[in-house]
């Protein structure tokens, strides 16, 4: 029996940009599992889909009100990732030395603000309403950034004063 064109409901074009955005997103939370590393990479390295770069951060602006609880699930996902990291940072830094973990302290006690500082962020998002959606997007899009850029300096630091 032949498939006819209407025997599958259509989907609006920006469901469908928005789903793929989720989808890559949550690709990105999951990480490289078989990369072979010592460290996975980010919880904001670049996703590709369709041939379009997509980071969280810059992803934020695409989620309108109506999809508050999708925006706030894959955020939740993401700052989770970066506690993780922060995690093995801190257990890399108590095998260095005790000049190196001085150094370490002051780092690590700002990473945890600013992923302190996201979380409330974050949970601002789950309880913001239409007319302040959107700046509460843009604050999350700071603080994301922020805390991204902490973990990437924070693991090349780490990686030029202590030994793998």
């Known amino acids: 029996m032949p498939i006819s064109s209407n025997a599958f409901p259509r989907t609006s074009p920006m469901l469908a940009v928005c789903a793929s955005r989720i989808a890559a997103l949550a690709i990105v939370a999951i990480g490289c599992t078989s990369c072979g590393d010592d460290h996975p990479p980010t919880a904001a390295a670049p996703a590709q889909t369709a041939n379009v770069t997509i980071t969280p951060a810059q992803d934020t602006a695409t989620f309108p009100y109506a999809q508050k609880d999708e925006f ?26 005790d000049a190196a973990k001085a150094d370490a302290k002051p780092k690590l006690a700002a990473l945890r603000a600013q992923a302190a500082k996201l979380g409330d ?30 973990i990437t300096d924070a693991r090349k630091w780490l990686s030029e004063k202590v030994a793998p």
């Open 72 to 97: 706030t699930a894959a955020m939740k996902t993401q700052l989770d990732k970066f506690n993780a990291d922060i995690a093995e940072l801190s257990a890399k830094i108590e095998k260095a030395s």
């Open 121 to 150: 962020m974050l949970s601002k998002a789950q309880v913001a309403t239409a007319s302040s959606w959107d700046s509460v997007k843009a604050d999350f899009k700071t603080g994301f950034s922020d805390l991204e850029t902490g």
